[in-house]
Each structure stands twice: as C-alpha cells, then as structure tokens.
C-alpha cells in the first residue's frame, strides 16, 4: 500500500523513534495526568507502547488485516498497569487517540489523488485498529480496577467492622490505616418518592439514593468513608485528623438530603478509634430519640436532647414523671396544645397560629390543662416538671 508515493507500513516504521517522541512530548502537553508521571515512566513504559502501538499500525496496513490478541497483550498489561497507578480510564483512551491521530497525519500527508484507494482503505484498517484497541484497553483497564476495587473495599469493610466491634486497629497486618480521629455518624435516611415504585424501579431509586449520600460523604474529607448503610441509614465513619466545626457537619448532613432528594435526620460525635462503639451506641440512642420527639431533620449532638436523653434511661422516675400528664390522656387537643404552647416558647399567640385557634382558646385550654393536672406551664417549677412529662411519655 503506497500513500504520498511511497511505502505506508516501511515509511511508518522508518518514523517510529521520532515520531514516538512526538506523541510523548503532546501527552505531557495536552494530559496533565500524563505530566505528573515520573520521567522514568514516560520515556520507559511509556514510550515502550506508544513505538509498540505505532510498529503494530504499520503491520496491520502492511498485511491488511486485524490485530491479533497476542499483539494486544501488551496494551492489556500497560492498561492494568495505569489502572493501579490510578491514571483514569478517559486520559488512556485519549492518548491512544491522540497517538492514532498522529500516526495517521504522518503516513498520509503528501497523499495523490490516484491512491485514493489505498488512503482509504488505510483508514478502514486504522479504524478497525483503533476499535480492537479501545476495547482491550477498556477490558483490562476496568477488570484491574474491579479487583483493587474489590481489594478496597474488603479493607475498608473489615477495619469498619474492627472500629464498631473496639477491637485493636493498630496492629491490623493489611489494609487501609486508622485515622487519628473518626466523624462518627449515624443517618437515618427518609423514603425518596421513586422508592414507592413497582417492578424494579424501588430498588434503583434505592440504591441510587444510597450511593449519593456516600458520595456526599466522601468528598466531605476527601477520602472513602467507612459506611454500612441501607436504604433506612445506617453507620459511617468519616476520617479526619483535626475536629470539624460543628457547621460544617451540619451543612454535610444538609446537603447530602438535598442531592439524595430525601430527608436526613443524624447524630454526629467525633471521637479516637477506641471510642467508636460507644459514640454509635450513643448516636443510635440520639437518632431514635429525635424521631421519637418528632423533632426535624438535620444533626444533632448530646447537647441537643440532654433532657430526652437522661430521661430515657432506666429510672423509678420515669413512670411518676409520665403519669403527672395522665389526666390529659382522653384529652389529645389539650395535650397536643400543651408541646405546641412549650415549643413556641409559651407564646400564646404563635401558638394560636400554629393551631389555627384563637389566642383565647390557647388561654382557656392551658387553665384546663391547670385544673385537669394542677400544672402550669405559666409557673416556674411546675413548667420544668411539664417538660420532664411530656419526655417521659414520649421515652417510657
């Protein structure tokens, strides 16, 4: 096959060294990733397979046909290669191209006319090249990846698994390395609207769901974070080597709602390795509490439901505390009016808004809550043991 008047396949080979030069010096200009790599490795590995890639486009125009598998090998093995380099899988294919491109330029400039047979077919070659290996390089580029994928995750899972159970992280032979200190994290994760879907559908919005909160999570430190979550919640442990301001663990929580188009209601505590089990019991207990007292979404901390908190545990107490609110108890209106006269700050008015009732039937109902249960939200002492009450049902 002649182009330009002479031999394409022996004026290509002839061309190798340099113009394999050529392709290196614009993967470092136009491939930042390609840049990056050390010298030793582009005028090494590097250049060995853009001279091979080149060599194996003159055989296959030369003897007119496909490449073999065997001539593929090498690409498979330099694409396993950048795979576990962490080189993406985009910036590879680009430099095949960038490289096709080139060698292309070189066999036909000066082309005539009258080989206008041979140019095309040249072309029919070079595209049945570019297609075999673009497909070996996919191939083995993302089955490498799948098991240092696979690999990671394994390690992850058992040093999350190591941190929940207390056991000693330090000593561990193999895998990823504790963090100086953990994010502790419990999520309870709201239903997403395509989760109500028939067939199939449920289960992608699902993990669809799942996958953007732990997206949301990794960025956060910028590394994995450690999760066992399912389409409810769950746990995760994101590494940090210095405490994060608290709003910015509020804004994470916020914003991994929003792009999951859920609600997410959390506890949060930073703590050492060894602390972890505790700080997941503890966020567990917050989680449920906050669901309990019908509090919103968002991340909360011990400081934020202390009462509700001390409360909840045993106590002979407990039961008194709750029965001081039995009157109320054929009297859901009144009760109801009694969390909403607290939360609004004992604002009858606000109150009044929040009911959709007159300020005074807010007074009337509070003297009836007084006369029912000889407590007052308007006395000092008698509106610290309401308070502890009406914890105290919602807890016991």
């Given at each position: ?47 060995d397979i853009v001279q091979h890639n080149l060599r194996l486009f003159a055989d296959v125009i030369e003897h007119r046909r496909p490449a073999t598998d065997a001539e593929l090998e090498q690409q498979r093995d330099s694409a396993a290669q950048r795979a576990e380099e962490g080189v ?20 036909s400039a000066g082309a005539r006319a009258e080989e206008l047979a041979g140019v095309q077919e040249a072309v029919r070659r070079i595209m049945v090249l570019q297609r075999q290996l673009t497909a070996a390089v996919s191939g083995a580029y993302l089955e490498a990846r799948q098991i ?249």
């Amino acid at each position: 096959m002649r182009i330009a008047g002479r031999p394409a396949a022996a004026y290509l080979r002839a061309r190798v060294p340099a113009l394999a030069r050529r392709v290196l010096a614009r993967l470092r200009d136009e491939l930042p990733v390609y840049a990056e790599l050390p010298v030793e490795e582009l005028t090494g590995d590097i250049a060995d397979i853009v001279q091979h890639n080149l060599r194996l486009f003159a055989d296959v125009i030369e003897h007119r046909r496909p490449a073999t598998d065997a001539e593929l090998e090498q690409q498979r093995d330099s694409a396993a290669q950048r795979a576990e380099e962490g080189v993406p899988l985009d910036a590879i294919l680009t430099a095949y191209q960038i490289g096709t491109a080139m060698c292309w330029q070189e066999i036909s400039a000066g082309a005539r006319a009258e080989e206008l047979a041979g140019v095309q077919e040249a072309v029919r070659r070079i595209m049945v090249l570019q297609r075999q290996l673009t497909a070996a390089v996919s191939g083995a580029y993302l089955e490498a990846r799948q098991i240092l994928d696979s690999q990671e995750h394994g390690g992850r899972h058992a040093l999350l698994a190591a941190l929940l159970a207390g056991e000693p992280v330090d000593a561990r032979p193999a895998g990823p390395r504790p963090a100086a200190l953990y994010v502790a994290l419990t999520l309870a994760l709201g239903a997403h609207p395509d989760e109500s879907l028939s067939g199939p559908g449920a289960g992608i919005a699902s993990q669809r769901k799942i996958r953007r909160v732990r997206s949301v999570l990794d960025r956060f430190t910028g590394a994995p974070a450690l999760t066992a979550l399912d389409s409810s919640g769950g746990t995760a442990l994101l590494p940090v080597g210095e405490v994060p301001p608290w709003p910015d663990l509020c804004r994470l929580v916020v914003q991994a709602g929003e792009l999951a188009g859920i609600a997410v209601t959390a506890a949060a505590d930073v703590v050492a390795p060894g602390a972890v089990p505790d700080a997941v019991a503890r966020n567990a207990e917050i989680v449920e509490l906050v669901r309990r007292t019908g509090r919103g979404p968002g991340l909360y901390r011990l400081g934020d439901v202390l009462l509700d908190y001390q409360l909840s545990r045993p106590s002979a107490a407990l039961g008194p505390l709750a029965a001081l609110l039995g009157p109320l108890e054929s009297k859901p209106e009144l009760l109801h009016t009694l969390r909403v006269f607290l939360d609004h700050g004992l604002d009858r008015r606000a109150t009044a808004v929040a009911l959709h009732v007159h300020p005074n039937t807010v007074d009337y109902r509070i003297r009836r809550i007084d006369r029912l249960t000889g407590l007052s939200p308007g006395r000092a002492g008698d509106l610290q043991l309401i308070a502890a009450a009406l914890v105290a049902r919602t807890v016991s």
